[in-house]
């Protein structure tokens, strides 16, 4: 099993930027890939970034490309989310996940395991 933990939500401004941190424990060498989905009120959770945990690679949704960095620190085994240019359609409570094949990809039942969620809101 793998335990992840998110931190570094808060209430920013527009324009402001917020690093969120998934810090995983446990049997980290089964997860192939690190994702970051979020979920706003009344809409369906969405994937927005993920990033290879051996080789590095990383993917992003279109509408945070340029604006969202997701890198990790594999001796801290934690994933960042670096988000810059915040807009208030960006609120939502972000979950950090793991998946342990190359099939994780875009499809959050592809992944194995999930962090409890860390609340990001952006005030216009």
């Known amino acids: 099993q793998v335990q992840l933990v998110e931190s570094g939500g808060g209430l920013v401004q527009a324009g402001d930027s917020l690093t969120l941190s998934c810090a995983a424990s446990g049997r980290t060498y089964s997860v192939y890939r690190m994702a970051w989905f979020r979920q706003a009120p009344e809409k369906e959770r969405e994937w927005i970034a993920a990033i290879n945990w051996s080789g590095g690679s990383t993917y992003y949704q279109d509408s945070v490309k340029g604006r969202f960095t997701i890198s990790r620190d594999n001796a801290k085994n934690t994933v960042y989310l670096q988000m810059n240019s915040l807009k208030p359609e960006d609120t939502a409570v972000y979950y950090c996940?793991?998946?342990?094949?190359?099939?994780?990809?875009?499809?959050?039942?592809?992944?194995?395991?999930w962090g409890q969620g860390t609340q990001v809101t952006v005030s216009s």
């Open positions: 996940a793991g998946g342990r094949t190359v099939l994780a990809g875009r499809n959050g039942a592809a992944y194995d395991y």
